[in-house]
């Protein structure tokens, strides 16, 4: 049975993305092709299968199956009303779940995807209320990462359209970043018939860039990866227009989200006991415990969930983070930082 498994080794295109090229490697995953096959198969008998993207691990299934949707809902603990992104294997897709798309939304997925952007477009009949929360726009995504790519792959051979997927936690906690994490946080809640693909940690590390493109112009949604400068560079976005956030529902802008057991608090001093996250040349407060060093802005945001996890994980009480300065992928830190901390 072994002789047909074979190691998948891609090496991911973010040539265009150049505030990456640090973290651009040759990536050897641990599925096999075969393995890949039977989550497609998986997820088209109507089961959830756990993936890694290159921003935080997804909790998948058939976009089409409202059954199967029924089952991220449970799994989550989410709210009904709130809408799932729908992950496709290229742009050449988009038409199939979107009408009437802006040019400036062309102009932002052939740049950007695959990669960590998610465009909120005018739904075509194909995304239907259970993916949407009853609203008339869909999110859609095409993830850089290349087992989920091969995911959607194989699952559009064997007639599947699309992967609804919203992050692998439960409502309101951290995003997963590791396929141990998806474990812990859900393996209460999935059921034999469900998987979880292993593909390392997430590069990025924090969740995608969701950009409304329903509008004249695009408003971001989320920040993330693909930062406002990108976002502006390529399409002309307004940035007086960008927090208006009345016209759509995003719940992920709620203000209280990824949130972990331990209270998180935003400063620059820890006492004895506490978990402390900061860029590197930060020295260590006596007695507290570090959580995370990152060198630059990009490892922050990869290892900034990681981190507080490992507080959960040691029973920390308070994590004290201390918020990178900057702009560019600074601001989705910030963002989801302050979140954190306003969720105990
Ligand atoms: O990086 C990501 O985007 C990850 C990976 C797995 O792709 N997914 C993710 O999904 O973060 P989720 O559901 O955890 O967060 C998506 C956010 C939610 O707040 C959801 O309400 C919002 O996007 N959203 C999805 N579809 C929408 C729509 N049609 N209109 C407005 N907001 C939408
Ligand atoms: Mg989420």
């Not at 997430?202 to 409304?212: A, K, V």
């Not at 949604?221 to 002309?236: F, P, Q």
């Not at 402390?276 to 900034?304: H, K, N, V």
Request: aromatic share 4%; net charge positive.
């Amino acid at each position: 049975m072994g002789t047909r498994e074979r190691r998948v080794s891609v090496k991911s295109d973010r040539s265009k993305l150049v505030k990456w090229d640090d973290l651009r490697m040759e990536l050897i995953l641990n599925c096999t092709q075969d393995l890949i096959k039977k989550a497609a198969k998986t997820l088209k008998a109507g089961h959830l299968v756990a993936f890694p993207t290159e921003t935080v691990y997804g909790l998948g299934a058939d976009a089409t199956n409202e059954k199967a949707i029924g089952k991220i809902y449970s799994v989550k603990g989410r709210p009904i009303d709130h809408p799932l992104i729908v992950h496709i294997s290229s742009i050449n897709q988009l038409s199939k779940w979107a009408v009437n798309i802006p040019k400036y939304a062309f102009k932002l997925a052939e740049e950007f995807w695959p990669g960590p952007m998610t465009l909120i477009l005018q739904r075509s009949a194909l995304a239907e209320d259970f993916i949407t929360g009853g609203q008339s726009n869909v999110g859609l995504r095409v993830p850089a990462q290349p087992i989920a790519l091969a995911l959607l792959s194989e699952f559009e051979k064997i007639g599947g359209s699309g992967i609804a997927a919203p992050s692998a936690n439960r409502f309101g906690a951290v995003s997963p970043t590791t396929s141990n994490a998806v474990k812990s946080e859900l393996e209460n809640f999935l059921n034999d018939r469900d998987l979880i693909l292993d593909g390392g940690l997430c590069l990025i590390g924090i969740e995608s860039t969701i950009i409304d493109c329903t509008k004249v112009l695009p408003r971001v949604l989320r920040s993330g990866a693909i930062t406002n400068e990108m976002i502006v560079t390529v399409s002309g976005l307004d940035e007086s227009t960008n927090c208006d956030l009345s016209a759509i529902k995003a719940p992920g802008v709620l203000e209280s989200h990824y949130s972990p057991k331990a209270k998180v608090v935003l400063d620059s001093i820890a006492k004895s006991g506490e978990g402390f996250i900061a860029m590197s040349d930060i020295p260590t407060p006596s007695g507290a415990i570090r959580l995370a060093s990152p060198t630059t802005i990009q490892e922050y945001a990869r290892d900034l969930y990681t981190a507080l996890r490992l507080g959960d994980e040691k029973n920390l009480k308070k994590v004290i983070i201390l918020l990178p300065q900057g702009e560019g992928l600074a601001v989705a830190i910030r963002d989801r930082a302050t979140k954190a901390a306003a969720g105990k």
